[in-house]
């Protein structure tokens, strides 16, 4: 329940203090006295978007603080627990707009922020501005009105949970589908180029290889004739026989030689040696040089084939391997996409399956809910004299969406035999009034400790009508507290608090201000919206009829 408002440098109010009590509270004055500012402002510290400029001119910020009792098991408490926020039997909030547009908000004296403002609000206030009932004439937002009296909302978030997994798994389905369309467009690429690798089968690492190979073939091919002829140089026919006639020779001689020739001898004997393991060296040299030339063909033909392949796939000679396991698998998708089609289209008709139940079962609530909201509203007409009136919900089949399949509209026929048809084009602005008024008392009839705002929810009516909808805001507000800024006397007449908006003009400046009347006062309040600004004494005697009930 709201219990005061505090209001400093907003618009045309420089200062003002406010307490609020339970029940009935209205407020009146002329047209521009300031009763939308005090509106804005409490719609300000509540966290909601609205006007930018609400700081009056010249002064560096403007406040607003507003403070709540919260009964126990109030759901205010649930959104300051969760956010980390003081919890307590009572609420205070407070919020500052500078002249700049920087805005700074606290509950219970710790910083929050806007949204924490606006989840505590939907707890807290409820208001129906002037312009609320437009929104009846929106069919769009009749289903958002029925899913709330349903109370819907565990169906319709199973709905679109069902929702995204059906569009889930159309687009797997579909991406699949495109994705074999265009394997399937290359089929014929695909199938030759991949007989063609298998039949090459290139391996990774394959063409360093046989490049090293064939430049030592090729090298070998030059020089493996002069190495030949070496050898043979080193051996019988040349070096080695030549050096062993010497040591003969020499061996013959050195017995009368007296020991003068036994070191070259040695030195001869150690150069065999060396020839030896020379010629050795370049016998196992000739063995490697020694190829058939078929080899180096064939290794050629090899090289050239797989860079060819390279080239003609733009990759490197390296990649072919993997390149050839990707056309492969791309082949293998193809063959296998038959039997993955069924796959998909079996996981797709099991999600519209598990749609079909979750939206079948929503539009089942809300039809069910649509007769109670019918008999709701025809009750709550009758005391707002439109007890002839038909109100009906009618739901009809829409394409599926994320919140069913349902469209929802609300028709009426306002006189007997006359034809129904949609609200919009049936009701009168009055009518429109007393409708909207009526689906919000059945909207929150199972809402506690809710302040509800009413800002001229009485404009079109007059007379019998106007009393009849200010007596069913009078028993609305029995078990809470209803705030209503009305220009209808019955209404006024009603309130069981009431308060008087005043614009003024001090030195050029204009200032608005509320005041909360007194007995006599409200008898000239409300003779002054009976017979406007000169009140006579007859005013003043149905006034007090008025008053009196």
Known sequence: MLRGLDIS?????????????????????????????LLDSLGFVLGWRGRADLVRQGAAQGEVTAWFDLPEGHPAHGVLQEAGLPDGDELILRRINTAEGRKTAWVN????????????????????????????????????????????????SKVRKAWTVLGAA???????????????????????????????????????????????MQGAEKIRADVINAY????????????????????????????????PMAALGRAMVELDEAMSGVAGAMDQMSFNPLELEETEERLFAIRAMARKHD???????????????????L?????????????????????????????????????KLDKAVSAELAPLKMERAVFE???????????????????????PGAPAGPLGKIASGGELSRFLLALKVCLTRNQTGLTMIFDEIDRGVGGATADAVGRRLSALAQDGQVLVVTHSPQVAALGAHHWRVEKAVSKGV?????????????VDEVARMLAGDTITDAARAAAEALLAG
């Open 9 to 37: 440098d907003m618009l045309i109010i420089d200062r003002l203090e406010l307490s609020f009590q339970s029940g009935l509270n209205v407020l009146t004055g002329e047209t521009g006295a300031g009763k939308s500012i």
């Open 109 to 156: 004296d710790r910083r929050c922020s806007g949204d924490v403002l606006r989840a505590l609000s939907e707890t807290l206030v409820e208001l129906h501005g002037q312009h609320d009932d437009r929104g009846l004439l929106n069919q769009r937002g009749h289903r958002a009105i029925l899913d709330d009296f349903a109370g819907t909302a565990t169906a319709r």
């Open 170 to 216: 159309r687009k797997a389905a579909a991406d699949a589908a495109a994705e074999r369309e265009a394997i399937k467009a290359e089929e014929e690429f695909l199938r030759h180029s991949v007989a063609e690798l298998d039949k090459l089968s290139p391996q990774e690492g394959e063409e360093e290889e046989l490049d090293i190979a064939r430049r030592k």
């Open 232 to 263: 043979e140089m080193m051996g019988q026919g040349g070096a080695e026989r030549n050096l062993g006639d010497a040591m003969r020779w020499l061996d013959g001689a050195a017995a009368q030689a007296e020991g003068v020739l036994e070191a």
């Open 315 to 333: 990759v490197q000679a390296d990649e072919l391997a993997g390149f050839a396991t990707t056309l492969r698998r791309k082949l293998e998708a």
């Open 335 to 371: 063959d296998a996409g038959e039997a993955a089609k069924a796959g998909f289209d079996q996981a797709v008709r099991a999600a519209q399956s598990a749609y079909d139940d979750a939206a079948t079962a929503l539009t089942n609530a809300r039809r069910k809910a649509a007769g």
């Open 393 to 415: 919900t009618q739901i009809t089949d829409e394409p599926d969406g994320p919140d069913g399949r349902d469209a929802v509209s609300f028709t009426v026929a306002t006189n």
């Open 510 to 522: 204009t200032t608005s201000n509320v005041v909360p009347l007194s007995a006599p006062e409200r």
